[in-house]
Nanobody
Framework: QVQLEESGGGLVQAGGSLRLSCAAS??????MGWFRQALGKEREFVAS???????NYAESVKGRFTISRDNTKNTGYLQMNSLKPEDTAVYYC?????????WGQGTQVTVSS
């Protein structure tokens, strides 16, 4: 079983930046994805990265967010720049595309206007 722990969220003004981390323990991660869930909305895909470093992004974050990973640490990252109020959500990581690991607690990102 893979245990996931997200961190790095916080409160930031519009236009600011945050870097999220996803630490996976228990088993080696394959392709990894970041997802987010805003209040009252369904969880949605944000970005993914394969074990070889191939990335994919939701249209809403392209050019602003960068996903990366450190395979030696079994940790993934999401660098978020030019944040907008609509990026406010709880951010989660999981296997991609299966989302087969148990969800962690997530990390709250709040962007003020």
């Amino acid at each position: 079983q893979v245990q996931l722990e997200e961190s790095g969220g916080g409160l930031v003004q519009a236009g600011g930046s945050l870097r999220l981390s996803c630490a996976a323990s228990g088993r080696t991660f394959g392709s990894m994805g970041w997802f987010r869930q805003a209040l009252g909305k369904e969880r949605e895909f944000v970005a993914s990265i394969t074990s070889g470093g191939i990335t994919n992004y939701a249209e809403s974050v392209k050019g602003r967010f960068t996903i990366s990973r450190d395979n030696t640490k079994n940790t993934g990252y999401l660098q978020m720049n030019s944040l907008k109020p609509e990026d406010t959500a709880v951010y989660y990581c999981n296997r991609y595309p299966s989302r087969s690991a148990s969800w962690g607690q997530g990390t709250q990102v709040t962007v003020s206007s």
